[in-house]
Nanobody, 122 residues
Framework: QVQLVESGGGLVQPGGSLRLSCVAS????????MGWYRQFLGKERELVAI???????NYADSVKGRFTISRDNAKKTVYLQMNSLKPEDTAVYYC????????????????WGQGTQVTVSS
């Protein structure tokens, strides 16, 4: 069973930091792009940051200079370091990845994690 499992969310004060992790597991041959998205209450999910298999990154304007996405291919893990957090960063954060599965090498399949809550409040 292929799955993405996030961890690291929680409650933090404004100006604080959190580090999210997302581990991919299952019958995975390789991983293409990985990313983080967030969903505010009552809103649609939006892109936070993405990273290609080669390490190229892209960020939403609202998080540039504060958040850093990285990945460890050997551990099948993507990270999101979040600094200088603001109350408006409060949301459920989701991991996303394009996976190439064993025995199905000609296509990628997109997966989502279950989400982790990040709350920024004093």
């Amino acid at each position: 069973q292929v799955q993405l499992v996030e961890s690291g969310g929680g409650l933090v004060q404004p100006g604080g930091s959190l580090r999210l992790s997302c581990v991919a597991s299952g019958s995975i041959f390789s991983i293409d792009g990985m990313g983080w998205y967030r969903q505010f209450l009552g809103k649609e999910r939006e892109l936070v940051a993405i990273i290609s298999s080669g390490g190229t990154t892209n960020y939403a304007d609202s998080v540039k200079g504060r958040f850093t996405i990285s990945r460890d291919n050997a551990k099948k893990t993507v990270y999101l370091q979040m600094n200088s957090l603001k109350p408006e960063d409060t949301a459920v954060y989701y991991c996303n990845a394009d996976l190439i599965l064993w025995g199905n090498y000609r296509q990628t399949t997109n997966y989502w994690g279950q989400g982790t809550q990040v709350t920024v409040s004093s």
